[in-house]
Structure formats: C-alpha cells, structure tokens
DNA sequence: TTGTAAGCGTTATCAC
DNA sequence: GTGATAACGCTTACAA
C-alpha cells in the first residue's frame, strides 16, 4: 500500500508537459491556460501529488514555517498560557499553509537559536514572547533581519517593530479601583516576575489605583514570582498569616489565583464573604466550559483571551511575510471588567 | 550586521578544498585527516557555517523533524496535559538534534495530515496521542510506513508498535481501593472521555476494585467528559445534591479535581473531613512548585510524570529513527499512590 | 501559452 | 585521504 512518490518529474511526463507547465498550473500563475490548468490539477490529485517542502524551500528561500524558541531554563516548564496562546497562533499558521516549530532553548541560547534559525533557513518568522523590561531580542532579530512580531511590548521603539500586547497597566487599575470602591483599603497583589514588561506594567497599574486614593503602598502586600497555583497559595497563605492581613487579593494569573482559593478554603474563608479575591483571567481553555456558553463569572476578573491573541499574532507574522515593505502593525487590546462572586465588602457577612 | 549566508561551496572554496572533503570532515566520516578536519572545523566555526536543512533534507531524505497532530477539532484547545508532554518530548528531540512541528488537525482530516507529512517528507517520525478504544491512526501509520510512537494503548496487536503507557486500569484500581479500604462505599468517578483508551482502562479498574468488595456499581456515580475544571464543578455539584449523594470522588484529571475542590467549597464541605477527594496527578508543571522540592502532597493521588512520559517517549522515537530495524518498544510505567489531606473516613468529623 | 536549462546547498557514488 | 560529478525536487529567468 505504500504510496510510490510521485514528483514533478513524473507528473510531468505522465501529462506529456514540462516541469515548468506544471509547476506553473499548480502555483497559479496567470499565463497557463485554463484547459492545461484544469488537466495538471486533475491529475495531480489523481496521483496526490504534493510538492518536497525541502525543494521548493530550496528553491525559493522560504521554509513555510514558523519559528517559536520557548525558554526551557528557568522554569522549564510549558505553561498552559503558552500552550493556550499557541493554539490560537498555530491556527493562523494553519489558514496561511505554515507548519510551527518549537524548539527549547537552553540559558543563554536564544540569540544562538534565532541566528541558526536565519544562516539555515529554517523558518520564515519568529514571534517573540514575555517580553522582558530589558529586552534585547528585539534589536538583535532586527538586526539579523527576520520578520517577527511581540507578543507584548518591551518600551523603547515601540513603533520599531510589530507586536500585540493587552493594556495590562490599565487591567489592573481597573481591578484595583473596583476594590477600592468596594471600600478595600489593604490590597494584596500576587504578581507575576516583574522582570517581565507585563509584570511590570501591572504593577504600575496597581500602584496607579492606590495612589489615585490616597493609599500608601505596602511592599509587604506585592508579591513577583512565576505564576502556578503553589504560588498562589503559599503567598496567600503568608500574607493571610500577616498581623495586619489583606482583605483583598489581585492575581495575575488565574492560575496563582487558584491557589488563593485554596487558600483561603484552607485558612476557612469564604471568597466574596470573608475576604476578595480578584483576577487577571486570560480565559485558559482548560478553565473554560467546553460545551455551549462560557463558563460561569465566577470570579470577579479582567478578561482577555490569550488564545485569540496568539491568533491575531500569528495572523499580523502572516501579514508581515506577505508584505514584507509595510510598516510595523501594533494592537493594544483592552480587557473587560467581570463583577463574579469572589468579591464583596471588607469584613462584611 | 547581517551575516552574509556562507554556504558549503563558498567554506571549500576559502579552504583549498573540495565540497566532498568539507562535508565530510564536517559529518565525522573516519577517512579524513584529523589534521584536515580540525581546519576544516575551525574555519566552519570561524564563518559561522551551518549547513542548510533543506539542502541536506533533499540530499539524505532525512527532515530532522518530528511531527505532531494535534487535533483541534472537538475541544479546541491545547490542553496543560498536552504541553507539558511536549515539553518532555522536544527535550528529548533538541537533544537529537530534531525540532518539533506541530500541525493543527480539523475534524477528520488526521490521515491526511499523516499522508501530507510522509509524501512531502516533511518530517521524520510522528507521535500519536490520545489514542481511542477504535484506533485508526496505527494501521495507517504502519501502511504508510512512517516511524512513529504512541502515547498510550491502543488494544490489539499491541506488539506490533512502539508504546508508552501508564497503568491507567492499576492506578485507578489503587486509589478505589484506598477508598473502599477508608470505610467508602459510594465512589464518583469523574472520568475523562470513555471512547479514549486511557479512560476506559480507568473505569475498568474502578470497576475491578468494587467488584473485589462486592459493591454493585451506580452508573449515576460515574461520568464521562473532557477533563476541565468546569466540568469537575459542575460534576461534583450535580452528584453532591444526589439524594444518595457518594462519599468519595475520584478524578480523572487535576484539572477536574480542582473544579472538585471548588464544588466542594462552594457547599461548605471541607475535602477529608466531610468529603474525600482523590485524582489521577499527571504532575502537570504549572501544579508544582517552582522551587526546591516539589510542591505539597495535598490531594491524594496516583502520580505518574507526564512530562517523563513525554521525554522517553521522544527518546524511543529518536532511537526507532536511528534503528529503523530494531522490533517496537514498549513500556509500561507503573502509578505512585500518594496519600494527601484530602480524603479520610466517610462522614467522619 | 509552453519549454529549456540553470540554480538552490547538500550528500553520495565513483574514481584517483 | 581527496576530488569530480551526479543526484535530490523544485522554481524561474530566458527562449521560443
């Protein structure tokens, strides 16, 4: 049953045309004739022929794939916002006939990575993620001259390159100040590494919202590690544990902020009653309902799909290959506002 | 600053030498002069040379790339499960030299997916995941003759391919067990989709341990669905306002058993006291801790890294690529029973 | 509208 | 131990 591969060559001479005709019929070019068109593709079905990635590569320069270089060091870990984001890119690869790559790097090897990735051809365009608050990937792919887009924002020239990032400053102000009406005074914020930009900019955010009211920062309340639930709960749990403890918690992820309520379930509170607890939620699709509606506004949260970002990338990284003269394209996405049930007054019930 | 692309022709020419003399050196053939190859290697890494993969692809046949299906059809997601084994496998595959390419699949279109790799010779091997209790994909796979592993089972001639599997029916078995052993008659299983052969080797060991006590089974106490935390919840909710509501629930996923946690909560029950809470813990990495030690046996559980499973099965690939020749592997990797806070004796307290 | 032929950057088969 | 030379399968000037 194993299929003898049939190539230009063959299809050609089984039409009685020339590798150009054919090659020419497939590719859509203007001058071949309808008829002809018509036969090479009949025929090329018929035998199910597909054309070598490696030659037309070789021939053209272009890989028809897409590069991601995912940091194994630190937390070696694959996270499901990673994930989560990929499958959102990896459709729009899908739309516009690329494959994704992943390839993990060590430490220090990315450059290595994005240059091995250039000097060999292996892919047509990157995408860059967590951005740092001092990053230097950008000016380096810039200056190996491959196309790429951000996913976030790393200061600088931001109008040098392409990238989506959420307004996660004014995410968390937003979060904050809705706390603070609620007549929340000492607010915790679980935070995510705030070497990286959008850490960092949450933080702003927060820290906006307080001053906004008046309300001194207390350093003992802001927490910056990576996002998991163990995180999550063990933050909450030392900050629970405080003399002067929090009535409010700010997640940055809903995954730390699965943690706080384990925590607080463990310490005997109950979210929305005894104490508040407030996340930035990027819809995860593990969290998510999988049958009709979404799930339950459970949590109160800001909202913004990460999964619908990585498509919008991997759609602007399409763009950017096909144009390859237009300017860089920049979206800043706004998140929502969920009032759930984890939140209330202080100390009220 | 753009790094002109220094091919093979360009480094033979700079060193006096032939293409053929290059090449070889390069690839570690044993005729060469060491005296000519140490040149020959000091001017590969003075340029900066790196052969080209598609160059090579089409001369040897050989992609360096493994390929993953991931079917985007029912759930549409990504799910933490999945990435957390590609994070194990892409290990293993970096360190053979290998990328990973991951190709989203809608409805029914995996085979041809598999037929468009091995024609177009994209890539060099395939993992098969989540295999059914009806699996197609194997046969075709060995009729195409394309190297390939699976994670999982599939029944039939199960010596016949490479596999990797957990002992799903003895891991669900224990943890029954443990249960019953507690003093526990009524047991939920909250298990993952049964027409999945993972799922269905659960339910038989759940099966199996009552069966061994002599407790009738209530298919009201089972259920079947994608693992999410939604459907934990809701689950755990529906089953908890039984009229004969169980007294234990086992999971089938952490990810259903944190929706558990929050049924549980939400009912004002607190898991090993007035409820017992166990799972299947796929040690997902954004669930561990981060730093030294691994994060707090909470839940009770049976453990098996899927992670692990994800690098070794990587390895096996890796290895049936380089002995195209040597008969399928197969490994059977046996569960830990983890005894946490969250189960204890029925109505106790 | 179609065909010829060169080229993409390797590896593999022969010779020497 | 080293070197011509022919594949590998496709695209693309350049001709016709």
């Given at each position: ?41 009949d ?17 053209t ?11 194994i ?6 996270n ?26 060590q430490e ?35 200056s ?16 040098s ?45 927060y ?77 995860l ?37 096909s ?20 939140t209330g ?5």
């Amino acid at each position: 049953m194993r299929e003898k591969t049939v190539n230009l060559k063959r299809l050609s001479e089984h039409l009685g045309l020339s590798q150009t005709t054919v090659s020419r019929a497939l590719n859509g070019f203007p001058e071949v004739s309808e008829k002809t068109r018509q036969k090479v593709r009949d025929a090329a079905n018929k035998f199910n022929y597909r054309p070598s990635p490696s030659a037309s590569s070789l021939a053209t320069g272009k890989a028809g794939i897409i590069g991601h270089v995912v940091p194994i060091s630190e937390h070696r870990m694959i996270n499901p916002h990673f994930s989560d984001f990929l499958a959102g890119a990896s459709d729009a690869y899908a739309k516009a006939g690329y494959d994704l790559l992943i390839r993990a790097a060590q430490e220090n090897q990315e450059a290595d990575i994005y240059r091995d990735f250039v000097s060999r051809n292996r892919v047509d365009g990157v995408v860059v993620h967590g951005p740092r608050v001092n990053e230097t990937r950008i000016q380096f792919l810039q200056s190996i001259g491959i196309p790429f887009v951000v996913h976030g924002r790393a200061g600088g020239e931001e109008h040098s390159y392409s990238w989506l990032d959420v307004d996660n400053r004014s995410a968390i102000e937003k979060l904050t100040n809705y706390l603070i009406d609620q007549g929340h005074r000492r607010i915790a914020l679980v935070n995510g590494l705030e070497i990286m930009n959008f850490a960092h900019r949450r933080r702003l955010g927060y820290a906006a919202a307080l001053a906004d009211h008046g309300i001194g920062i207390d350093p003992d309340l802001i927490s910056s590690q990576d996002m998991n639930e163990p995180y999550g709960y063990e933050t909450t749990i030392a900050k629970l544990d405080m003399p002067d403890p929090p009535t409010a918690f700010v997640y940055s992820s809903v995954l730390s902020a699965i943690g706080g309520m384990r925590a607080a379930n463990v310490r005997g509170l109950l979210p929305g009653q005894d104490i508040s607890l407030a996340t930035f939620d990027d819809k995860l699709s593990f969290l998510q309902a999988n049958g009709s509606g979404n799930s339950l506004p459970y949590m109160t949260s800001v909202t913004s799909s990460i999964q619908d970002a990585g498509r919008r990338v991997g759609e602007m990284l399409m763009d950017q290959i096909s144009n390859p003269g237009a300017p860089p394209a920049c979206e800043l996405w706004k998140t929502d506002l969920l009032i759930g049930k984890t939140t209330g007054r202080p100390h009220a019930g």
